[in-house]
């Protein structure tokens, strides 16, 4: 039986791509997340819809009580043989410490996102916390990170570049064929905001100011803000906050049916989705922060995205 794990709506929208490539009929489904949202309950139903089982997991922030939920999901799970992972947050331990509850007979991975080909930072790192580190050290030291890492049989990437995992597969995230498109359409800048202050890689003061200097520099007319944002951050009542269910991608591809669009990010993933598309220019604004960027600021520049540096 094939089990799908999810962490975020992208995780979601790559497993229905692979469930259509590999034409699978019957599978399980578990959406972890820290973060109960409208966004998250809709992709949890796009994938959940299909499957024979489904569970919506609400993480607790606390490792214990996180354990007691994944032994009440094992319970559920158990009467299920030779399970097949799909995840793309394998290092997670919640991933795998269910893993080692269930069993598996094989586990396959796929993208998280520009992390996997960043070269430097979470994925890449072997070393885990020292706690889930003497777990599975004692008792599974197949599923210690450092060893899970190479001995995956078949990686999905949405990337055309060298990935942290082995064994690779490209599939689309989008299909580009779908989208129809006039001439003449009016003109949108779109700014992705971060979660640069909620994650602690610059102050609130400097993120605020950030955007201002953005805002000025390309007369921004929308914005979208990312889905863990908690502070506010733009004091504009001329820009449009664009509100939807839809992840940022899905959301600007629609636009792009109406609208030539600037998208605007800093570091942002959802740039290197959207490459390739008419009507569509990406811009990256490169600024200081503490996760690694050299190798993602490269991809970027490489792809033809601009790179503007603050």
Known sequence: MKLFICFTPLHVLISEKIIKKEEITEYLFVYFTDLDSDKNRFYFDKLSINAIESYYILLKKSLFKDIFTLLKLFQKLK??????????????????????????????????????????????????????????????????????KVSNQLHYTIFDLPNVFQNIKLISLFNKKELTRKNNFPKITILLTNAFAEDREMSLDEEVSLYSKIIDEYNISHIIKHPREKFPKIDNSTIIEIVDIKIAEEKILELLKEYNITVIGIYSTVLLNLMGYDGLKLINIDVSLKKPVKTLRKLLERYGIENKIF
């Open 79 to 148: 009467k299920y043989k030779e399970l097949i992972y799909y995840s793309g947050k394998i290092k997670s331990f919640h991933n795998r410490f269910l893993m080692h509850l269930t069993g598996y007979k094989d586990y396959i991975t796929f993208d998280d996102g520009s992390g996997n080909i960043s070269n430097a930072g979470y994925f890449y790192e072997e070393n885990e916390n020292i706690l889930f580190k003497i777990f599975f050290t004692f008792f599974n030291k197949k599923l210690l990170y450092k060893n899970i």
